[in-house]
């Protein structure tokens, strides 16, 4: 009977997932570009990729604007979709599935009631500052997408003591700076 019962909730935690994706997409359409978006596109997408990096905009009083690898990706996607509101906030909805991804690992590695997987789900995701990460082009969500990335492989080479783990850990740490690193 408790299997029967648990079984009906073992979508929930993808439900869940899916809910804050579609709102976070909603958001990314219909909310108009915050100031420090436009500064980010305005100052430095608009430089060259070689400016973009070391923050050639000769106004340095707007350099924390430029986070870099966030800044990267904006230009990247206006280059591709044009200078649109929602098109350089697409990374960010990538950010958030990679990081819905790692939250759901960690807290399937530590507990595999679907109840309590979705409980947790909503502490972390209905936090509104991080909603709000994933709802803006900011350096933030991908620094938190990739933080959640590290986080996860240091519980598996804690627990395994793979060496693939611990360069795993490293490499998201370097992106999860570099994603919130301004120059």
């Known amino acids: 009977m408790k299997a029967q ?16 994706f579609v709102y976070l997409v909603l958001r990314i359409f219909l909310m108009p570009i915050s100031d420090d978006e436009f500064i980010t596109v305005d100052l430095h997408a608009s430089q060259n990729w070689l400016n973009v990096l070391i ?24 280059l591709i979709f044009g200078r649109k509101d929602w098109a350089v ?13 790692y939250m759901l690992k960690i807290v ?17 995701f209905f936090n ?15 620094s938190i997408a990739a933080f959640s990335a590290a986080f996860y492989y240091l519980i598996l ?6 060496i693939k783990d611990l360069k795993l850990v490293f490499i998201s740490l370097f992106f999860s700076i570099w994603s919130n690193m301004s120059a």
């Open 5 to 20: 019962f648990t079984n009906h909730f073992k979508y929930l935690p993808i439900f869940i997932g899916v809910s804050i």
């Open 55 to 78: 923050t050639g905009n000769p106004s340095i009083d707007w350099a924390p604007n430029n986070h870099v690898l966030n800044t990267l990706f904006m230009k990247l996607e206006i």
């Open 89 to 101: 906030r697409l990374h960010v909805i990538v950010a958030f599935i990679v990081c819905f991804y």
């Open 108 to 124: 399937q590695y530590f507990t595999d009631s679907y109840i309590r997987q979705s409980f947790y789900l909503l502490v972390i």
């Open 128 to 142: 509104p500052y991080l909603l709000d990460f994933f709802g803006i082009a900011r350096g933030y969500a991908l």
């Open 157 to 162: 080479y804690s627990d395994q003591l793979n």
